[in-house]
């Protein structure tokens, strides 16, 4: 049996290097996740328009960005457009585009779902009472699709914060980068990885935890 003798002083003196990458870790996940919505939101629209000149490029897009694999995306955004002449300020803005819109994608067919399933009798309802059609979107439409689809949301937000992890490839200082880096200044590989691991794990159990609480109270339709 190999012999390791574990040595948690590291983790100690570290711990403001882990909880400042959780925490830029976690907003990087907020913030893709609430670009993707904006994203998602006008790319359902555009599918369920029936317009082809609109669903098209979009079916497009997320067929693209679907089958292609995140890490590939990252390296594209912030590698590959300035070869096009296409700058960012800096990496963590070309990350977060890149995470926007992979979430957006996927919101899209949230959202296209959330749209699809909302009982005809409620549009039907507010057009007997004279909305017109803006204010049936505002008052009918959007708050019934968020509802309907909130838990899908939710689940994206975990799946996003776990991905962040990725941003590690360019040198962003979240969680997954900062550990790597202590791990080759320490040698300490099991105390920092489990240490990350059980960040990322306690984090994400949280962020369930919560946003089960947000179902319960949100999510169904009265």
Do not use: H
């Amino acid at each position: 049996m190999i012999d390791y003798n574990f040595d948690w002083s590291v983790i100690t003196r570290n711990w403001d290097r882990f909880l400042e990458a959780l925490a830029l870790g976690l907003g990087l996940a907020v913030v893709s996740l609430l670009i993707g919505c904006v994203i998602g939101l006008a790319a359902a629209y555009a599918r369920v328009s029936g317009n082809k000149w609109l669903s098209g490029p979009v079916w497009a897009y997320v067929e693209v960005i679907r089958c292609t694999p995140l890490l590939l995306l990252i390296f594209f955004i912030y590698f590959g457009l300035p070869e096009f002449g296409i700058y960012f300020m800096d990496k963590t803005q070309s990350f977060v585009l890149t995470l926007s819109l992979y979430a957006g994608a996927y919101m899209s067919e949230v959202f296209r779902a959330g749209l699809s399933s909302i009982p005809r009798q409620y549009v039907e309802a507010a057009k007997a009472i004279g909305m017109r059609p803006w204010q049936r979107q505002r008052w009918v439409v959007l708050p019934v699709m968020f509802r309907i689809t909130l838990p899908s949301i939710g689940n994206n937000l975990i799946s996003l914060f776990k991905d962040t992890s990725l941003a590690a490839a360019i040198a962003i200082p979240e969680l997954t980068f900062v550990a790597r880096q202590i791990n080759a200044n320490t040698f300490r590989v099991m105390e920092v990885w489990l240490t990350a691991s059980a960040l990322y794990l306690a984090t994400a159990w949280l962020l369930a935890t919560l946003l089960r609480q947000v179902e319960r109270r949100y999510a169904t339709i009265r």
